[in-house]
């Protein structure tokens, strides 16, 4: 939720000219980039850095890295006085409006994230802060664990300037999507440009930095942000891994592996798409499950170690497992399943996860009531059962007494039982979660926004 500034607040608004003065601290990679796109849409930029070389590049208009394009806009934004450089960050934060921070985040030696350099860059901004006396808007470009803004720096920016965040000086995390060798061309040309933020002034004063960019940013939570990064980077190299996964794969096959990727990502239906990229409940069905413990086996028989891919199944199975430990969890003795084939608008009940969970339940005592509206007595179990004889653990068990657990309805499934797990997010059972006092764990995202969700429903991942 986004909070206007209180009254007495300095109001971005009415205080910072059309295009905002901006410091950048930390004059890497992300830093000189960021200076020198900026001050070519016209802001005047000051860099700042501890390290004297990098200042004096920055300064003389030559740049620290080697990038395309980039010593040209540090050249053009030096002659044309929008681009100076400094060691002295509480003057910087003075003299603009809006300071980017774009420092170093090592790793530290347990894994985690080194903060040392952004607890620096925070109480010298709130030096600057206490001295300045007007609205400022703090933007976070690193690279940082979701709660690293408002838990790490925020908390030295208002003990050090006594001022209040969303109130007396905006916080912002702006991941950058920058890819070296054409970091200028992406910074003019992103794939999105994210904002999140606490407050609608600051939003509004990010949504006009970029207006020349991308007139329609998205808007958000700092935490989201800030995930929002780490998944686009472990996404990407999911990409890279799965690739090579595949070409080791294809090798002794002879198989030409970089004719079959390039098919594969012809589909922008399927493979290049929103499409699956939800979080929600395990895979299932004819197709998914076979396909990967086929390629594992193939895999093995090569005697090749695919260790992503035969990842999978272990990854899908616990996820499994743990929508039948949230269930148990609700110590219910009966539970109401409302959807039971793989997906919605079929009958196919091969390799359905959620069978899985109910042979689970089964096993300790647990009594189960069932509804899908495409299942019903007349349904062709056994048939089924035939095709995944040597796959599906929970068809097997659930063969010959899945008819005697199907209700008439599913109002009446959700009477008889102490808790509910819902996995197809059909109308009825939406409504009769939001209508339920009982405990109803959620694997299909009935609702797309957490606020909306009744007090007693708990979703698998959200």
């Given at each position: 939720?986004?909070?206007?500034?209180?009254?007495?607040?300095?109001?971005?608004?009415?205080?910072?000219?059309?295009?905002?003065?901006?410091?950048?601290?930390?004059?890497?990679?992300?830093?000189?980039?960021?200076?020198?796109?900026?001050?070519?849409?016209?802001?005047?930029?000051?860099?700042?850095?501890?390290?004297?070389?990098?200042?004096?590049?920055?300064?003389?208009?030559?740049?620290?890295?080697?990038?395309?394009?980039?010593?040209?806009?540090?050249?053009?934004?030096?002659?044309?006085?929008?681009?100076?450089?400094?060691?002295?960050?509480?003057?910087?934060?003075?003299?603009?409006?809006?300071?980017?921070?774009?420092?170093?985040?090592?790793?530290?030696?347990?894994?985690?994230?080194?903060?040392?350099?952004?607890?620096?860059?925070?109480?010298?901004?709130?030096?600057?802060?206490?001295?300045?006396?007007?609205?400022?808007?703090?933007?976070?470009?690193?690279?940082?664990?979701?709660?690293?803004?408002?838990?790490?720096?925020?908390?030295?920016?208002?003990?050090?300037?006594?001022?209040?965040?969303?109130v007396d000086f905006g916080v912002c995390f702006n991941p950058e999507f920058l890819r070296e060798g054409v970091a200028v061309a992406d910074f003019h040309a992103p794939p999105k440009t994210v904002i999140g933020v606490t407050d609608a002034a600051t939003a509004d004063?990010?949504?006009?930095?970029?207006?020349?960019?991308?007139?329609?940013?998205?808007?958000?939570?700092?935490?989201?942000?800030?995930?929002?990064?780490?998944?686009?980077?472990?996404?990407?190299?999911?990409?890279?891994?799965?690739?090579?996964?595949?070409?080791?794969?294809?090798?002794?096959?002879?198989?030409?592996?970089?004719?079959?990727?390039?098919?594969?990502?012809?589909?922008?239906?399927?493979?290049?798409?929103?499409?699956?990229?939800?979080?929600?409940?395990?895979?299932?069905?004819?197709?998914?499950?076979?396909?990967?413990?086929?390629?594992?086996?193939?895999?093995?028989?090569?005697?090749?170690?695919?260790?992503?891919?035969?990842?999978?199944?272990?990854?899908?199975?616990?996820?499994?497992?743990?929508?039948?430990?949230?269930?148990?969890?609700?110590?219910?003795?009966?539970?109401?399943?409302?959807?039971?084939?793989f997906k919605p608008g079929t009958d196919d009940l091969r390799e359905s996860p959620i069978l899985e969970v109910m042979a689970d339940l089964l096993d300790q005592g647990i009594e189960i009531v069932a509804h899908d509206p495409a299942i019903n007595a007349d349904t062709?179990?056994?048939?089924?059962?035939?095709?995944?004889?040597?796959?599906?653990?929970?068809?097997?068990?659930?063969?010959?007494?899945?008819?005697?657990?199907?209700?008439?309805?599913?109002?009446?499934?959700?009477?008889q039982a102490d808790a509910v797990i819902v996995t197809h997010a059909h109308p009825t059972y939406r409504a009769l979660a939001a209508a339920s006092t009982k405990p109803v764990i959620d694997v299909a995202r009935l609702y797309k926004s957490r606020a909306d969700q009744?007090?007693?429903?708990?979703?698998?991942?959200?």
């Amino acid at each position: 939720m986004l909070h206007q500034p209180a009254e007495n607040a300095f109001h971005p608004a009415l205080k910072i000219a059309p295009r905002p003065a901006v410091s950048v601290v930390g004059l890497g990679y992300v830093g000189a980039v960021s200076t020198a796109c900026l001050a070519g849409l016209g802001h005047r930029v000051i860099g700042v850095d501890v390290d004297a070389v990098k200042v004096q590049a920055i300064a003389e208009g030559r740049s620290p890295i080697h990038e395309a394009d980039l010593g040209r806009l540090l050249s053009e934004g030096v002659a044309a006085g929008l681009i100076t450089a400094t060691d002295d960050l509480v003057q910087a934060v003075i003299g603009t409006d809006v300071t980017f921070v774009s420092v170093g985040t090592p790793t530290a030696a347990d894994g985690g994230c080194d903060h040392r350099y952004i607890v620096a860059a925070a109480r010298s901004i709130g030096e600057g802060l206490r001295l300045k006396g007007s609205f400022h808007v703090v933007v976070m470009r690193c690279s940082i664990p979701p709660g690293s803004t408002l838990g790490v720096m925020v908390p030295e920016i208002e003990a050090t300037s006594g001022l209040k965040a969303g109130v007396d000086f905006g916080v912002c995390f702006n991941p950058e999507f920058l890819r070296e060798g054409v970091a200028v061309a992406d910074f003019h040309a992103p794939p999105k440009t994210v904002i999140g933020v606490t407050d609608a002034a600051t939003a509004d004063l990010m949504s006009r930095l970029y207006a020349d960019v991308d007139a329609n940013p998205l808007i958000t939570s700092i935490e989201v942000a800030e995930m929002v990064k780490y998944v686009d980077n472990v996404w990407h190299a999911t990409k890279v891994t799965f690739a090579n996964e595949v070409g080791r794969l294809c090798k002794p096959l002879g198989v030409d592996s970089h004719e079959v990727m390039d098919i594969f990502v012809r589909d922008t239906k399927l493979n290049l798409s929103p499409y699956y990229l939800k979080p929600g409940f395990a895979y299932g069905g004819s197709c998914l499950p076979k396909e990967v413990r086929a390629v594992t086996h193939i895999a093995g028989k090569l005697g090749l170690d695919l260790p992503l891919i035969a990842s999978l199944d272990r990854s899908n199975a616990t996820h499994i497992a743990e929508a039948a430990r949230m269930v148990k969890a609700t110590g219910a003795r009966k539970v109401a399943v409302l959807g039971l084939a793989f997906k919605p608008g079929t009958d196919d009940l091969r390799e359905s996860p959620i069978l899985e969970v109910m042979a689970d339940l089964l096993d300790q005592g647990i009594e189960i009531v069932a509804h899908d509206p495409a299942i019903n007595a007349d349904t062709r179990i056994e048939s089924q059962l035939a095709y995944v004889a040597h796959a599906s653990k929970g068809l097997g068990q659930l063969a010959t007494g899945l008819r005697g657990m199907l209700a008439t309805s599913a109002a009446e499934a959700v009477a008889q039982a102490d808790a509910v797990i819902v996995t197809h997010a059909h109308p009825t059972y939406r409504a009769l979660a939001a209508a339920s006092t009982k405990p109803v764990i959620d694997v299909a995202r009935l609702y797309k926004s957490r606020a909306d969700q009744p007090a007693t429903l708990c979703g698998i991942g959200w």
